[in-house]
């Protein structure tokens, strides 16, 4: 089925990549899963480490899927991959605009004042350490990185940031690189680990696999 993305996105923002399209559907589902089984869920605080020009963003903020208010925490270079199949495009813009996703990801978040953006550009591998790791977040969405030893260490601190209760996203589960077939190129295996290493904390939301990995953290059990 093909979707109509204008009436997700006006012509108002400025995209240039469209990887987060196809990925929609799954996260309506989910979302409307969660919100069945768990009616009082809301995202007050979120934290999305790679964000790029914010197509993922944008979708929450304009489905309702995070509070008006919400406190919005964004960490990215804003430097694309340059080790990474399918980031030619991106390669190529840089050589006009070496500052556009950082430019056209404040642009499309303008849109949306009542959300408290807080933007962190570096590697998220330095920002990280440096936060207050207690666990605040209601969601995660983790699409930095494609390493998987990276993709590990995200998660790593994603998982003592997030509240019980709260939704962490790992994107490109099912991705491979297909001019590059090293076992960390590729976040699978960081996944992998962080799922098995903390399997009794989390639900997995679409256990068969799927293209991203959703990952339901448990309440605490008094
Ligand atoms: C695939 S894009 C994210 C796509 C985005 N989720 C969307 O919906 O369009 C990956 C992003 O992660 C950023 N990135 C890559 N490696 C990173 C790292 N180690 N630390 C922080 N950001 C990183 C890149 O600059 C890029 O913006």
New binding site residues.
């Given amino acids: 089925m093909k979707l109509d993305y204008n009436t997700l996105y006006s012509n108002e923002y400025k995209f240039n990549?469209y990887?987060?399209d196809n990925l929609s559907s799954t996260w309506e589902t989910i979302f409307n899963h969660i919100k069945k089984e768990i009616p009082d869920f809301k995202i007050n605080k979120a934290l999305?480490?790679?964000?790029?020009?914010?197509?993922?963003?944008i979708w929450l903020a304009n489905n309702n899927i995070v509070e008006s208010s919400c406190e919005y925490d964004i960490?990215?270079?804003?430097?694309?991959?340059e080790v990474e199949t399918g980031m030619e495009n991106t390669m190529e813009m840089f050589k006009d605009k070496p500052d556009f996703?950082y430019e056209n990801f404040k642009h499309n978040i303008s849109f949306h004042k009542n959300i408290k953006w807080n933007i962190m550009r570096?590697?998220?591998?330095k920002i990280l350490p440096t936060l207050d790791l207690t666990p605040k977040y209601d969601f995660i969405?983790i699409?930095?990185?494609h390493q998987s030893d990276?993709t590990f260490v995200d998660g790593y601190y994603a998982n003592k940031m997030l509240k019980p209760g709260g939704l962490l996203i790992f994107?490109d589960y099912g991705w491979g690189d297909p001019n590059n077939r090293d076992l960390n190129h590729s976040p699978k295996l960081g996944i992998d680990v962080f799922c098995n290493l903390y399997s009794d904390l989390y639900q997995d939301l679409i256990p068969g696999g799927s293209y991203q990995k959703y990952l339901l953290k448990n309440k605490l059990i008094n």
Avoid: H, V
């Fill in positions: 990549e990887w987060f999305e480490i790679g964000c790029y020009e914010g197509r993922a963003t960490i990215d270079t804003f430097g694309g991959s996703i570096d590697m998220s591998n969405y699409d930095a990185s990276d994107d």
